[in-house]
């Protein structure tokens, strides 16, 4: 059974940083490019980071660039995102997603599993 577990959202101020985790099972972690969604009630579901399966390359949306950071863990099937100088748009339902094609690292429909999601929320 494939799971993906997200961890570590809550509410916090603007400006302030969170480290959501995700911890994966039930598939060859360490062969799957990971990434992180959002979603805001009323808007599709928002690309915000990937990484490598080997870890080797990352990338992250404008929107995001320079506050987050993707990394992972594969020997214990984990990854997180570190996010720094939150505002109050990145308010939202954050999840995490498998993939093992190469292409198409931003767009949903080519990601094979998905977790639950973890709020967010920043406040000003």
């Not at 302030?16 to 972690?29: D, Q």
């Not at 579901?45 to 506050?67: N, Q």
């Not at 990854?79 to 954050?94: F, H, N, Q, W």
């Amino acid at each position: 059974q494939v799971l993906l577990v997200e961890s570590g959202g809550q509410l916090v101020q603007a400006g302030g940083s969170l480290t959501l985790s995700c911890a994966a099972s039930g598939f060859p972690f360490s062969r799957y490019i990971m990434g992180w969604f959002r979603q805001v009630p009323g808007k599709e579901r928002e690309y915000v980071a990937s990484i490598t399966s080997a870890g080797s390359l990352t990338d992250y949306a404008d929107s995001v660039k320079g506050r987050v950071t993707i990394s992972r863990d594969n020997a214990n099937n984990t990854v997180s995102l570190r996010m720094d100088t939150l505002k109050p748009e990145d308010t939202a339902v954050y999840y995490c997603a498998a993939k093992q094609r190469l292409v198409g690292h931003t767009d949903t429909r080519e990601y094979d599993y998905w977790g639950q999601g973890t709020q967010v929320t920043v406040v000003s």
